[in-house]
């Protein structure tokens, strides 16, 4: 470990300026505080945290036409645990709950299945959001409700994927990436490869990471060496997980499943093709159509910054909600409910920086 | 927004339980007795010290690997007894019991009972049945009172912590949440964790009686190690420093709280007890608490300092340093 950070201090010196890299994925950013290797690195390492918390980058309507499911007769809504404290305009699926709207927390969405088939008379809505990580387990679930033929589950999706955001922030000239702390999860999945388009294109390097505070060392140590280089190419610091093509068999039921849409990323708006849609053929699981959902325009707290922080352009401490009001027990931005939001990630962590 | 309801986060043991409890209750209720919140209140009779306390108990499922709720209920009430010094004397029981329930569950439940009050020397001298509708609570739900004698000269609390204690914990953290988590309908995964749920007081009364200068005690349950440390820290305005690599956490605890997201640090605990002792006190203390069959794991896993003030800090194991930070309250797992 001490080697680690002497050699990131050698190479920071070589690379000779301030350096700037982004973990996109929050569980990187959550291990990265919880470790405190941020305090161990060199004042001209800057770590800033990507948009790779699914909860945080959800859009408000998303949450409120999911609020607005919940309350309706015949509907229980299924979610993840993360989802149920984010404020919508005006609400939270937490509130509805305790109001007596029927929100379910599952740990997947095969739980969602089994709460379908128990309950024949009522509507399962599965909120989908996630990444790579999360879709081919909702892939899997709405296929087999498809084969089962079963009528009363269907899925929300708000599902996103890693490549299109980054290359996004690249375009971004606010933020300035000088390199990709890749996420381990999403690449299981897709493999490697996915990346070699931002070192081909626009000559960033990235490191696909583990989660333990040495493979984020690691990986910082790989991006400082490629920039002192003068290079850029992706290197699989997490190859015991990781590999360049990643999981066949989960890719093909995605592709069967969904196919990509244009969808909007909260803080960083349309993003052509970032996110995945239920096929047509499918129709029939895609709560959507099903439901006849409505996403209406929503309202978010013009003073809360979660979308300059999700964009790696603000820190949580320049936010002025930040700590008050806005604090995990009452949560303002997505930022600071979600387990992997930043803002809760410095609250929790470093507030006595602040 | 709308904050007009009870939500579940309300009862995690966190920083939403506090707020409730100073903003609806201590408001209207508070009296010089109750406003210490500690584990237990401290009444003086006829010269003599008590401690006084009540807990409800509400486990789902009621019967869990290690044990049920109606051992949890008198570990619960005899060790919030306990870690204020006093010995437990006298439980009063209370059954909220749901129509249809089998009585061969409910008999099971009373039998558990006895074999904890004989572990614990306490007698149970009063109690209520009620019952309720089916579909008015899951089971059963107990509520015990329980009375203790302080047999400490000393008076522990959270506020008496001071600058230079240890703190000592009696052994693994995180069992008895993870085993209760690991029969949840919905997250229900195979491990071989079982609850810790044990009664403290046999312990306790080891480490009084050596003498050791002992500031306070307190059963990490709800809200689990890092709420309860949060608490005396702000109660007693003072820094805590926990290592990171001496935290007794077990592998299988560690994992199924990857897998969950969720923090070991503030899962509960039922048979745990965190000491504070004057740092020159600390090997006869750790010594006699060795000695019992449930500190055989115990050690030094921090110690409190000056600054910074009403915070707990941990030193992480690759030696960087961060907050530990009062739970919110409900613990939601992660989405990826």
């Given at each position: 470990m001490k080697t680690l950070v002497q050699n990131i201090e050698a190479l920071s010196q070589r690379v000779g300026r301030d350096v700037k890299l982004m973990?996109?994925?929050?569980?990187?950013?959550?291990?990265?505080?919880?470790?405190?290797l941020r305090q161990l690195l060199p004042g001209c390492v800057h770590l800033v945290s990507g948009p790779g918390c699914p909860v945080c980058v959800t859009d408000p309507s998303y949450l409120d036409a999911a609020i607005d499911l919940c309350g309706r007769p015949g509907v229980i809504v299924a979610t993840f645990g993360d989802l149920v404290r984010v404020p919508g305009t005006d609400s939270s699926l937490e509130r509805e709950r305790a109001a007596g709207a029927s929100v379910r927390i599952v740990y997947s969405p095969s739980d969602a299945l089994i709460l379908a088939r128990e309950c024949p008379s009522k509507q399962v809505v599965f909120l989908g959001v996630g990444f790579e990580t999360t879709v081919p387990t909702v892939a899997w679930a709405i296929w087999r409700a498809a084969r089962d033929d079963l009528k009363n589950f269907s899925v929300l999706c708000a599902h996103k994927t890693m490549p299109r955001a980054m290359d996004a922030l690249v375009r971004d000239k606010a933020i300035n990436i000088d390199g990709f702390i890749c996420p381990g999860h999403v690449s299981v999945i897709t493999g490697a490869h996915?990346?070699?388009?931002?070192?081909?294109?626009?000559?960033?390097?990235?490191?696909?990471?583990?989660?333990?505070?040495?493979?984020?060392?690691?990986?910082?140590?790989?991006?400082?060496?490629?920039?002192?280089?003068?290079r850029a190419q992706v290197e699989n610091e997490?190859?015991?997980?990781?590999?360049?093509?990643?999981?066949?068999?989960?890719?093909?039921?995605?592709?069967?499943?969904?196919?990509?849409c244009d969808t909007a990323w909260r803080g960083i708006g349309m993003i052509e093709g970032s996110g995945l849609a239920i096929r047509e053929q499918y129709a029939g699981f895609d709560a959507v159509k099903v439901l006849g959902v409505q996403f209406p325009k929503a309202h978010v707290n013009p003073l809360c910054n979660c979308g300059s922080v999700l964009r790696g352009v603000a820190s949580p401490l320049d936010c002025q909600l930040f700590g008050r009001p806005c604090s995990p027990a009452h949560p303002i931005g997505p930022c600071m409910v979600s387990g992997e939001g930043v803002c809760a990630a410095y609250y929790k962590y470093e507030r006595i920086a602040a | 927004m709308r904050r007009d309801r009870i939500l579940l986060a309300h009862g995690g043991g966190g920083s939403l339980t506090r707020e409730l409890i100073e903003g609806s209750f201590l408001t209207q209720l508070g009296n010089p007795l109750l406003k210490p919140l500690d584990d237990s209140a401290m009444l003086v009779m006829g010269g003599k010290g008590y401690a006084f306390t009540t807990?409800?108990?509400?486990?789902?499922?009621?019967?869990?690997?290690?044990?049920?709720?109606?051992?949890?209920?008198?570990?619960?009430?005899?060790?919030?007894?306990?870690?204020?010094?006093?010995?437990?004397?006298?439980l009063s029981l209370s059954f909220i019991l749901e129509e249809?329930?089998?009585?061969?569950?409910?008999?099971?439940?009373?039998?558990?009972?006895?074999?904890?009050?004989?572990?614990?020397?306490?007698?149970?001298?009063?109690?209520?049945?009620?019952?309720?509708?089916?579909?008015?609570?899951?089971?059963?739900?107990?509520?015990t009172a329980g009375l203790g004698r302080l047999v400490t000269p000393d008076r522990l609390g959270a506020a008496n912590v001071k600058p230079g204690d240890a703190v000592i914990i009696n052994g693994w953290i995180g069992e008895h949440g993870v085993a209760v988590m690991s029969r949840r309908e919905g997250v229900a995964f195979q491990t071989s964790i079982v609850s810790d749920c044990a009664p403290l007081w046999p312990l306790v009364k080891t480490i009084l009686n050596t003498g050791a200068q002992i500031r306070a005690m307190r059963d990490p349950t709800r809200g689990g190690v890092a709420a309860a440390?949060?608490?005396?820290?702000?109660?007693?305005?003072?820094?805590?420093r926990l290592h990171e690599e001496v935290l007794p956490i077990s592998r299988e605890v560690r994992g199924a709280c990857d897998l969950l997201g969720l923090d070991p640090l503030t899962i509960a605990n039922e048979g745990k007890v965190l000491v504070f002792c004057r740092a020159t006190d600390v090997a006869r203390a750790l010594a006699a608490m060795k000695e019992h069959p449930l500190g055989r794991e115990a050690r030094v896993i921090g110690e409190v300092s000056e600054k910074p003030r009403g915070m707990v800090l941990l030193r992480t194991v690759i030696g960087g340093e961060r907050i530990i930070d009062m739970p919110t309250g409900e613990d939601l797992p992660r989405i990826c």
């Open positions: 973990e996109v994925c929050g569980t990187h950013t959550m291990a990265a505080f919880r470790s405190g996915i990346y070699r388009f931002i070192c081909e294109r626009y000559r960033i390097p990235c490191v696909v990471s583990g989660f333990e505070a040495w493979d984020i060392l690691k990986s910082i140590e790989l991006l400082l060496r490629q920039l002192a280089e003068g997490y190859s015991r997980s990781v590999s360049e093509h990643g999981n066949a068999a989960a890719q093909r039921l995605m592709n069967e499943v969904f196919e990509p | 807990d409800s108990y509400v486990v789902k499922p009621y019967v869990f690997p290690g044990g049920d709720i109606g051992r949890l209920a008198v570990c619960g009430t005899t060790n919030d007894l306990a870690v204020m010094g006093a010995q437990p004397l006298w249809g329930l089998l009585l061969a569950d409910l008999q099971k439940i009373v039998e558990s009972i006895r074999t904890t009050v004989a572990e614990t020397g306490v007698q149970i001298v009063t109690g209520d049945t009620k019952v309720v509708e089916r579909g008015k609570c899951e089971g059963l739900y107990i509520n440390l949060c608490d005396i820290a702000r109660a007693s305005n003072v820094g805590i």
